[in-house]
């Protein structure tokens, strides 16, 4: 069975820094792109990131470029979202999503991430 | 523009057809795709490309586009289908990916 397990989330402040962790098994990480979907609470869905299967190609949506980084390690079949310079409107449920270039059919719970102002 | 727009709430009778839209102008250009999202839980895709369904999605499920508007149809809609629906697709640069802002959608 494919399992996807986000980490990593949790109660930051304003200006502050989190890193999610995305760990995958059952599939064949290292040929496949990663994806980073918020929701906020009560919210829909909004696209942040991507990455490739080599981690050489990564595509942010611009409300986070520049405060966000992605890479990955295929020998651990393990994804990171590097979030800095947090704002409220950063909050929500941060899912990972493995699949293709421009869509994904396998995707964690999710891991929640509260900026306090 | 760089959206996707989606009616918030669509219902339909138990067994009938329903078609969710989904606007925008990159979709003159870009397939969308659909996930179904029902609450407390993640999103799961039903359909990609030009009309593909992952495995194990129902064949009542299926993908169309026209102009500027893509739809995503149920026909014989279950009390199952009931959910959150979204369409995603590339802006018009092509390089971002975004969704629209839902579709609510009740079995009735």
């Known amino acids: 069975d494919v399992q996807v397990l986000e980490s990593g989330g949790g109660l930051v402040p304003r200006g502050g820094s989190l890193r999610l962790s995305c760990e995958a098994s059952g599939l064949i990480f290292k040929s496949l792109w990663v994806h980073w979907v918020r929701q906020a609470p009560g919210k829909g869905l909004v696209w942040v990131s991507r990455?490739?299967?080599?981690?050489?190609?990564?595509t942010f949506t611009d409300s986070v470029r520049g405060r966000f980084t992605t890479w990955r390690d295929n020998a651990k079949n393990t994804a990171y979202l590097q979030m800095k310079d947090l704002r409220a409107e950063d909050t929500g449920l941060y899912y990972c999503?493995?699949?293709?270039?421009?869509?994904?059919?396998?995707w964690g719970q999710g891991a929640l991430v509260t900026v306090s102002s | 523009s760089s959206e996707l727009t989606q009616d918030p709430a669509v219902s339909v009778a138990l067994g009938q057809t329903v078609r969710i839209t989904c606007q925008g102008d990159?979709?003159?250009?870009?397939?969308a795709c659909w996930y179904q999202q029902k609450p407390g839980e993640a999103p799961l895709l039903v359909i990609y490309g030009e009309n593909n369904r992952p495995a194990g999605i129902p064949d009542r499920f299926s993908g169309s586009r026209s102009g500027n508007t893509a739809s995503l149809t149920i026909t014989g809609a279950q009390a199952e289908d009931d959910g959150d629906y979204y369409c995603?697709?590339?802006?018009?640069?092509?390089?971002?990916?975004?969704f629209g802002g839902g579709t609510k959608l009740t079995v009735l």
């Open positions: 999503a493995i699949g293709y270039k421009y869509y994904f059919d396998n």
């Open positions: 990455t490739n299967s080599d981690g050489s190609d990564t």
């Open positions: 995603n697709s590339r802006d018009s640069s092509g390089n971002q990916l975004l």
């Open positions: 990159s979709l003159r250009n870009y397939y």
